[in-house]
Nanobody
Framework: QVQLVESGGGSTQTGGSLRLSCSASSRYFCMGWFRQAPGKEREGVATNAYTNFTTYGDSVKGRFAISRDNAEKTLYLQMDSLKPEDTGVYYC????????????????????WGQGTQVTVSS
C-alpha cells in the first residue's frame, strides 16, 4: 500500500524553525512539499529528484531546504526564518506520472499525497 506520512508540524513564532519529515512506503524519484493556506490554492514549496535537482517556491527561497534520506525513504523540509504567511497545511507528495516534470509548478503530476501536517506561525 502506497503511503506518505508527514510529521513535524506545529506552532512557532515569527523567525522560528520547524523541520518536517515524510516517511514513504517506497522510494520515489521525484518528491516534494506543497502547502495550502485557508482559502487559498495548494502551492508548491519545494521539490527534489534523486539527482539532487531541487526547486523552490519564490516565497521560501533562502529560508527552506529540502533533503532526503534515500536509505530511510524519508523526505525532509527544514524551515527557518518562518513568517506568519507560511502558515498552512503542508503536504508531502510524489510524482510518478512525469518525473521529468519535477518542479514546484508541476503540481498536476504529483498524484501521491500524504494526509498533511499543520504549521502555524504567529506574529
Amino acid at each position: 500500500q502506497v503511503q506518505l506520512v508527514e510529521s513535524g508540524g506545529g506552532s512557532t513564532q515569527t523567525g522560528g524553525s520547524l523541520r518536517l519529515s515524510c516517511s514513504a512506503s517506497s522510494r520515489y524519484f521525484c518528491m516534494g512539499w506543497f502547502r495550502q493556506a485557508p482559502g487559498k490554492e495548494r502551492e508548491g514549496v519545494a521539490t527534489n529528484a534523486y539527482t539532487n535537482f531541487t526547486t523552490y517556491g519564490d516565497s521560501v527561497k533562502g529560508r527552506f531546504a529540502i533533503s532526503r534520506d534515500n536509505a530511510e525513504k524519508t523526505l525532509y523540509l527544514q524551515m527557518d526564518s518562518l513568517k506568519p504567511e507560511d502558515t498552512g497545511v503542508y503536504y508531502c507528495a510524489a510524482n510518478i506520472a512525469r518525473v521529468d516534470r519535477c518542479g514546484v509548478y508541476y503540481r498536476q503530476y504529483f498524484t501521491l499525497w500524504g494526509q498533511g501536517t499543520q504549521v502555524t506561525v504567529s506574529s
